[in-house]
């Protein structure tokens, strides 16, 4: 298993790192994950990194979450 030494200041990572661009154009073809996990632990290495795949939608866009698409489109303009 690969270990990660995070510089001074950095204590954790987490959140998408990386993500594949939807337009297809100056990205890479993997998400790059990594989480920290909080628990009651003697050990300091809680931090993983994982790779993703870009996964295509099986399923057609419903109305709801069109409607839910457009709710969330007018909310950020009014925001």
Sequence with gaps: MAKVNWSAGI???SGALSK???GGQHSC???L???HRVAATMSNDCNRLY???KVKR???VSAREMQARTRFAAVRQAV
């Design 11 to 13: 204590d954790s990572v």
């Design 20 to 22: 594949p661009s939807k």
């Design 29 to 31: 073809e993997k998400m």
């Design 33 to 35: 994950l990594g989480t």
């Design 51 to 53: 790779l993703r795949k």
């Design 58 to 60: 099986s399923t057609p």
